[in-house]
């Protein structure tokens, strides 16, 4: 299926919410200071995903145009969760994600600090001389519309001491409450809305009768096929994205927002009895999720010997793909991609508990 086949707008992102098949795929102009691009699935276009790498060279940084896939609902936790106070946590824990294309509905930036869209990307110094400068003016907006989201996310999902009435729906909650506050006055509510199909002609010629028909009625009811279209949604605007997936949760799935219980970020569980995140953390610690499991199992707090080694095993090889030249880069970024594959099943094997620490381990040193 070919639903992300589509072209990376300029000044503005765009991006398809898909609750079937629980992913989140978006398209921007991204620059790539402090980050890479990585491919989670061999030759697979599509499957590109983000990886922070504060210590990448910064001479190193370009302009990319690349569709980028995240778990369903990871735009909303990253804005619920990032850290607007200065430019460099806001750039670290937000628009390393998702680029700086959407500042654009502030008419501020473009009114003070007026630089055409190909030049912010010509180097990282003017990459950032446009960043610092464009964040100093939005920051209190963003401060503020983060504010009013989190304040109706806590009410509608009952966080931070909220508790209302369990007769009420969330959609019910959620528009008293956006209403209340008039969180849709910190955005133009106008944006781009297509349905992309994901299916071409020679896909459906089989499908001629109505057997075949509710044959896959049940394919898709049990949830056998992909969606086979999707609805992308095109903004200027960080906040109208935010709103947008904030709405699509509400009506679309029964996921909950919760609080993790170690580090007080707003994560999505898997199930309705996690309270702690898997979120990912910048120092490259283990995530609260695998920290807890382990400090229950240990009954004290130790390092964990097998996280910390797949992080360090995980920096060598990414580095190593970063450092190599551009003959041998395609090759590497292939290897570290089939490796990362085998060791997250390794990894995710050791913290059911199925295999042990030193079993971990030597599977990492075997494989290194
Ligand atoms: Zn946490």
């Known amino acids: 299926m070919n639903l992300l086949n589509i072209n990376v707008p300029k000044d503005r992102a765009s991006m398809i919410l898909d609750h079937y098949t629980g992913a989140e795929s978006y398209s921007t102009t991204l620059y790539l200071y402090k980050s890479n691009i990585v491919f989670w699935e061999e030759g697979n276009k599509y499957s590109a995903e983000m990886e922070i790498d504060l210590n990448k060279n910064p001479k190193k940084a370009k302009m990319i145009k690349q569709t980028l896939a995240r778990e369903y609902g990871s735009f909303l936790i990253t804005f619920l969760n990032a850290d607007f106070s200065n430019a460099e946590n806001a750039y670290n824990t937000f628009f390393v994600y998702y680029g700086l294309e959407c500042l654009n509905h502030i008419d501020n930036i473009r009114k003070k600090y007026p ?22 003016l939005v920051k209190k907006d963003y401060i ?19 508790n209302s009435s369990s007769d009420l729906d969330r959609v019910s909650k959620f528009l008293a409450y956006s209403i209340a506050i008039d ?6 509510s106008s944006m781009r809305f297509s349905i992309v199909k994901g299916y071409n002609k020679d896909d459906i010629k089989e ?8 044959e896959l ?6 949830d056998k096929t992909n969606n086979m279209c999707a609805y992308l949604y095109e903004s200027t605007s960080h906040f109208a994205l935010a709103y947008i997936s904030l709405n699509d ?25 996690e309270i702690y995140c898997e979120l990912f953390n910048l120092d490259g610690s283990p995530s609260c999720r695998s920290y807890a499991s382990r400090k229950t199992y240990e009954g004290k ?13 995980y920096q060598r090889r990414i580095t190593r793909v970063y450092r190599s030249d551009e003959t041998e880069k395609t090759m590497r970024q ?15 094997l050791y913290r059911q508990g199925k295999i042990t620490q030193q079993d971990f381990c030597e599977w990492i040193e075997k494989n290194k």
């Not at 707090?301 to 095993?313: C, F, G, M, P, S």
């Open 115 to 136: 630089i055409e869209y190909t030049s912010r990307y010509v180097s990282t110094k003017k990459f950032l001389d446009y960043y610092n400068k464009a964040f100093e």
């Open 249 to 273: 949760l509400i009506r679309n799935t029964k996921k909950n927002i919760s609080i993790c219980q170690n580090c007080g970020r707003y994560f999505l569980p898997s199930s309705g009895k």
């Open 207 to 214: 499908y001629d009768n109505n057997d075949k028909i509710e």
């Open 301 to 313: 707090i130790i390092d964990n010997v097998a996280e910390l080694t797949y992080k360090r095993e």
């Open 144 to 162: 503020k519309f983060q504010k009013d989201i989190r304040n109706t996310v806590d009410f509608v999902f009952n966080l931070h001491e909220n």
């Open 183 to 188: 969180l849709l006055e910190h955005f133009f």
């Open 334 to 348: 292939k290897e570290f991609a089939l490796w990362k594959t085998k060791a997250r099943k390794q990894l995710s």
């Open 217 to 222: 009625a049940y394919e898709i009811a049990n």
